[in-house]
């Protein structure tokens, strides 16, 4: 998607490479400042909100990398690891602002057709 359009203060629809398609609602899943400051644009919110989001700081909590394999690798829907060190503290917040990742992590696994297999496209395997 290349940006949201609005006319007359209302969503019309997306552009992308492929063209404008039109719609009467739009979800952007780019997060709340490319949304604002990019796709949708600045100019289509009040001054004062466009810059409250221009100021918001990401979240220092989770790096997400998603995997799809060909078997499965857990059984359970949900699945923590950590070591006895690795809990999340205060401390360990202003490590990781910081830039000291260390080489531990805490691992949080979630396979959600486990959950409810109609999460999973239609054929796949729903572990």
Known sequence: MEAIEIAGGRVTGVRTDAGVFEAPVVVSDAGIQPTVLKLAGPEHFPADY?????????GWGWASIRYFLSRPV??????????????????????????????????????????????????????
């Open 74 to 127: 857990v059984t359970e829907p949900m699945v923590m690891i950590y070591g006895d060190d690795l809990w999340y503290t205060t401390q360990r917040y202003e490590q990781l602002k910081a830039g000291e990742w260390g080489d531990e992590v805490i691992v949080f696994v979630t396979v959600p057709s486990l959950f409810d297999p109609t999460m999973a496209p239609e054929g796949s395997s729903s572990w």
């Open 50 to 58: 466009v810059e409250r989001v221009a100021n918001l700081e990401p």
